[in-house]
């Protein structure tokens, strides 16, 4: 057996040698018939352009598929000559620079590689071409088409996607059986004097895919397949080849494993690894993977051995043969051996989490802890132990996360929780627990934690909106209540909160929703009717608890409605029918320094912001900024394409949005598309309040700054909205989640010359009142005049001060308009004059 | 006393004039349009009497006056409309068509007649050329680089009053240039490179041309004194020699989504732009004789458009 595999090993050697031997003697190419053709390359784009996921860009990528594409050419094939359009990275040539020469060289064809710009994963082909009474017309010299045709379908095969199919260019472009204009659409097709065409293989946004497209040989794949395909189209055979390829995967849970060695006879290949490529591309040593493996050289029809080892996954070894069908399909003389691998590391904890921390675990809250692999639940609950001794219960979330419940527990105590590595052990290959994490099966895991001593103290009311000192401006205000602890559910009623104007004539009526941020509750009050302009409301609190029973006084404070009225509002978003527009944030390379697998973008439907009738969603944006590092940022697009964005501003409007915050410190700014499709962006507002908020970005008053392309002015009209974007300046939370709900805009009411103006801030107190009326404003007053509904002046009187008091405890109990003239404008106040009160 | 001072006020307003550089003295016109197809790649005749165009793909010719009338179609040969050159007498047009048989692509060289629209096909169906045709010796020859070497036809024209000046052709990488001796190209970056869309200046002096990737470059006709002139394209002599007007090209990689018309001082490198205007995305630009106008296509409608200089 020893000797046979010896004789077969040396047998191949010289199979290899003399393969060797014929690949380097000058003018013996494998391939001949092409000793009178020229084919012109062209690797679409230039430089850096077309940035893809990853900070790799299109342009880079399909260079290097064009070499490896002109190397096959002129090293397997008697080709006259094989031209390229740029060599370099840094080369620059437009789209005319490149038929222009293209056309000076004479080729006899042009193939343009490019790749999607789309999330699919897809191959498509474009050859110069119209449609005339629902045929497709190639433009003349033809060649295009017909290459495309068998390209299309190889491509896809060796790349293992779908086609889109070969397509006249403009019929891909304008979807008409008889196009008006005959002649091509892209540049390239127009503009050559030859046979031509335009590839796009896959994708450089999609991250899956650009994991690959990183890879040197995923792209030789690329080239292998379009040189194959060319000798297809010119009608020669293709040459035998032998190679084995495949994508290596985790068993469990499906992620491409990096530094994987594949070994077939003398061959081996270790998948990248973050040292060995990623690093170039990912700031995190775990953001990449692609598990791609590529031998070739190997001996077409052999059957071989071919083995997969790595340090952390135990080795597999399969037997394959090494697929030939020459004139086939490239897929066809590619044997392609996907594997999982198991891994061979025990598992261990990798995370222990309690809310308020291990020093000051409240009983009944529970302990999770992540193990590494996916465990056997029953020997992990055997394992489990507590000193002093006490019961636990247990709640798996999944196979990996365990609840460890706590109700038990006393108040004021330390404890021990341990988890025996003699006794738990994981489910895939029934290894013992590595406890204390030394790699080797087996050792404790401890959890140290005491318990806090009871909570006596009830909930305090630590922030709220509106206001005594800050008026609501909407007619419909979302009042917004923050307490300092979790108010136990239960105590939160429909009338736990109530609304009135403060004589208690009107009650309002409206929805209340509870939510718990950070350990906080934040109530909302969400008004289902419009309140009174100019009027004094009072908010009573009552009935609320802590989740240990501690009952809150009942309490109250006022807050004035001083309208800001708008003509109109049009909503770009309610988020009541999804999300759909909106990109995740890791798909776009504006997005920097996020933990990608916490960072996304998810339909809500409990966190909603009911401004308006039927509100039923909103959209919940949870990030993580990789900590240390310098400024990072996130972008979350609404596509200029999508239903949304057919809603249109311009300078005139106000755009708003409701911010759920988290009171994290991080930033979000409004960002918006001009008619020069320039991006411009509002101030950032600092997030350092929890629950709704309304943002606003006045078009005319505000400040703009240019982000990306854009310079700072926004410049036409039809603005579109540009996404979400957020950044941390260092001072934030390294994570957290926010809502946005009712994107709109909406343009001011006009008002008479003595309306009220919104930049003049009055306060009028008490309301109604008895006898002195208190008037405060920003600026000067400079007179008062009281009217009756009848529109009869009452009292007049200049003043030059800030703040007066005003006698009216000898007018009758009715309804008054007050109107205040100041050095900035004048403003009408509602006020009631009530013995009563 | 008066009349002297007249004169020498208009000489030097005459002198400043010539001195300026080319500026666009009112907008576009267009002059050649189609709804169905696209015109490009316009040329005046040397006379400036008549403007000669091709369509998509650079497929077929067509001749028209110089008001963009009487149009007719001189040939509908493939390719015959890429750098095709007009005779110095306006009478005929030299151009490299294509023709193809059983899927091969042979070149021509042919001399299209712009009074009779006949063709004299110089060299017939070849696959050995390595650069464009020219004329030379006063248009009764046409020069062509070949695999074997540079290959020198009869035109049939006639020597113009007789005299033959037999011109030294000098290849300049795939290009042949006129006038010169021992040209030669020093330059290591072109290396790996292609010069195309050379032009060389009136009097012969100077070629401008372009390099794939590297840009816009000028240089004394044996190839010293190379300097390079930005990104502009499509390069078209002034005839005064001291500028070129080209095109400044923008593209998203599928289609040019921008051609602005600049004119480049040749000595200084300095460029002053002429057409800057999102409704024209202005390519092939060729000025007249006289230097009064350019013709340029406009990606955007496909049509021929006329610019008077001031």
């Known amino acids: 057996m020893q000797n046979r595999y010896t004789t077969q090993s ?78 370099t990275d840094s080369d620059y040539q437009t789209l005319t620079g490149r038929t222009d020469l293209a056309n000076s060289l004479g080729a006899d064809f042009y193939y343009s590689i490019h790749s999607d710009a789309t999330q699919d994963r897809k191959v498509i082909t474009l050859y110069g071409g119209w449609m005339t009474d629902g045929v497709a017309i190639e433009k003349s010299p033809h060649g295009g088409a017909a290459f495309g045709n068998i390209l299309n379908v190889d491509l896809a095969g060796a790349m293992r996607i779908p086609t889109a199919g070969n397509f006249a260019d403009r019929y891909f472009y304008d979807r008409s059986d008889d196009h008006d204009r005959k002649y091509p659409y892209l540049s390239i097709n127009r503009r050559s004097n030859m046979a031509s065409i335009l590839s796009e293989a896959s994708s450089h946004v999609n991250l899956y895919q650009q994991q690959l497209n990183v890879n040197a040989q995923w792209k030789r794949l690329e080239a292998l397949s379009a040189f194959r395909s060319f000798l297809e189209y010119k009608g020669l055979d293709r040459p035998a080849i032998g190679i084995a390829a495949g994508v290596i995967t985790d068993a469990h849970n499906g992620v491409p494993i990096n530094g994987v060695t594949v070994s077939i006879d003398t061959f081996t290949y270790t998948t990248d690894t973050y040292e060995s490529l990623f690093h170039l591309y990912a700031y995190n040593p775990d953001d990449m993977h692609n598990g791609f493996y590529w031998i070739e050289g190997l001996t077409p029809g052999d059957t071989v051995e071919v083995s997969f080892t790595s340090d952390s996954y135990m080795t597999r070894v399969d037997t394959i043969i090494i697929a030939s069908n020459p004139n086939g399909l490239t897929a066809e003389n590619i044997t392609f051996h996907d594997v999982e691998l198991i891994s061979s590391i025990p598992s261990v904890v990798t995370g222990t989490e309690v809310e308020g921390g291990f020093n000051a675990v409240l009983p009944g809250v529970p302990i999770t802890v992540t193990f590494s692999r996916e465990m056997n639940m029953q020997s992990v609950e055997n394992a489990i132990t507590i000193s002093p001794v006490d019961s636990l219960s247990f709640n798996w979330i999944d196979g990996y996360t365990l609840e460890i419940e706590t109700d038990s527990l006393d108040f004021s105590t330390d404890y021990t929780i341990t988890i025996d590595g003699s006794i738990a052990k994981n489910t895939e290959s029934d290894q013992f627990f ?25 909930p305090v009311l630590v922030d709220k909106w509106p206001s005594e000192t800050n008026e609501a401006t909407e007619i419909r205000p979302i009042i917004r209540l923050v307490f300092d602890e979790e108010v136990d559910s239960s ?53 609320l608890q802590d989740i240990f029973g501690n009952a809150m006084d009942t309490t109250s404070f006022t807050f004035t409605v001083n309208e800001m009225a708008f003509a109109d509002t049009t909503y770009i978003d309610t988020f009541d029918s999804g999300i759909t527009g909106w990109g995740q944030p890791t798909a776009t390379f504006s997005t920097k320094g996020v933990v990608r697998a916490e960072t996304n973008c998810v339909y809500e439907q409990n966190i909603v912001c009911k401004t308006i009738d039927e509100n039923s969603g909103s959209l919940r944006l949870n990030y993580a900024w990789v900590d240390g590092y310098s400024n990072p940022y996130l972008r979350s697009i609404l596509s200029s394409s999508s239903e949304q964005n057919t809603n249109r501003f311009n300078v005139d409007n106000i755009l708003q949005v409701y911010l759920f915050g988290d009171g994290s410190d991080n930033q979000y700014r409004f960002v918006l598309k001009d008619a020069n499709n320039q991006t411009e962006a509002s101030k950032w507002y600092i997030i350092n309040w929890i629950g709704w908020k309304l943002l606003s970005w006045n078009l005319s008053n505000d400040t703009i700054i240019g982000y990306s392309s854009g310079n700072g002015v926004l410049d036409g009209s039809d603005f579109y909205f540009d996404g979400i974007h957020m950044q941390n300046d260092g001072s934030g939370k390294l994570k957290g989640t926010v809502f946005f709900d009712d994107i709109r805009f909406v343009s001011m009411a006009s008002t008479a010359v003595n309306d009220t103006k919104n930049d003049v801030s009055v306060s009028v107190f008490p309301n109604p009142v008895n006898n002195i009326l208190n008037i405060k404003s920003k600026s000067v007053i400079q ?55 | 006393m008066k009349t002297k001072l007249l004169s020498g006020l208009w000489l030097l307003l005459g002198v400043s004039t ?94 299209y007649s712009i009074d009779t629209k006949s063709k004299n096909v110089l060299i017939d169906r070849t696959l050995k050329l390595k650069s464009l045709p020219i004329w030379a010796d006063g248009g009764t020859v046409v020069a062509v680089l070949t695999e074997n070497g540079i290959k020198k036809v009869s035109s049939g024209k006639p020597a113009l009053k007789g005299q033959i000046i037999e011109d030294n052709i000098e290849t300049f990488g795939r290009n042949l240039i006129k006038g010169s001796r021992s040209v030669k190209i020093t330059n290591p970056e072109f290396k790996g490179r292609y010069i195309y869309n050379l032009e060389q200046s009136p009097d012969g002096s100077k070629i401008v041309f372009q390099v794939n990737g590297l840009g816009l470059y000028v240089a004394d006709a044996d190839g010293s004194n190379i300097k390079r002139l930005g990104f502009g394209e499509q390069a078209s ?73 001031k």
């Open chain 1, 10 to 87: 040396i047998i191949k050697l010289a199979v290899i040698i003399f393969a060797c031997f014929i690949w380097i003697t000058p003018g013996r190419a494998q391939v001949t018939g092409l000793s009178n053709y020229t084919i012109f390359i062209d690797p679409g784009h230039c430089q850096q352009e077309n940035m893809g996921a990853f900070n790799y860009s299109e342009a880079e990528k399909v260079l290097r598929v064009a070499l490896e594409l002109k190397d096959m050419f002129e090293t397997q094939t008697d080709i006259k000559e094989v031209y390229m359009s740029r060599l």
């Open chain 1, 434 to 458: 590595d406890g204390d994490n030394d790699g080797i099966e087996g050792g404790n895991y401890q959890i140290q934690l005491t318990t806090m001593p009871p909570d006596l103290t009830a």
């Open chain 1, 491 to 543: 105590s939160v009623t429909a009338s736990s909160v109530t609304v009135s104007t403060v004589n208690g004539d009107v009650e309002v009526n409206g929805p209340i929703s509870h939510d718990v941020i950070n350990d906080q509750s934040v109530i909302h009050f969400f008004p289902a009717e419009d309140l009174l302009n100019n009027e004094l409301y009072n908010v009573r609190i009552t009935g």
């Open chain 1, 783 to 837: 007179q008062i005049a009281v009217y009756d509904l009848a529109g009869q002046i009452i009292m007049l009187k200049d003043y030059d001060q800030k703040s007066v008091k005003l006698s009216v405890g000898h007018l009758p109990e009715a309804i008054y308009i007050v109107n205040i003239t100041t050095i900035n404008g004048v403003v009408n106040r509602k006020v009631k004059i009530s013995r009563q009160y």
């Open chain 2, 18 to 111: 010539l001195l300026a550089q080319p500026k666009m003295a009112k907008k576009p016109v267009k002059l050649i349009s189609s709804p169905t197809k696209i015109f490009m790649n316009a040329k005046w005749s040397p006379d400036g009497k008549k403007i000669a165009f091709t369509s998509e793909e650079y497929n077929g010719l067509w001749v028209c006056n110089s008001d963009g009338k009487q149009i007719e179609k001189l040939t509908s040969d493939l390719s015959a409309g890429f750098a095709y050159k007009w005779s110095s007498d306006s009478k005929n047009i030299l151009a490299r068509p294509v023709v193809e048989d059983n899927s091969v692509r042979f070149h021509q060289v042919v001399q």
């Open chain 2, 237 to 309: 002599w002034m005839p005064d020699g001291k500028y070129v007007v080209v095109t400044i090209v923008k593209d998203n990689g599928y289609a040019v989504t921008s051609g602005e018309l600049y004119a480049v001082d040749v000595n200084s490198g300095e460029s002053y732009p002429i057409l800057s205007d999102s409704g024209y995305v202005a390519l092939n630009p060729d000025v007249s004789p006289d230097g009064k106008s350019i013709l340029f296509d406009n990606e955007l409608d496909g049509a021929i458009y006329l610019l008077k200089l």
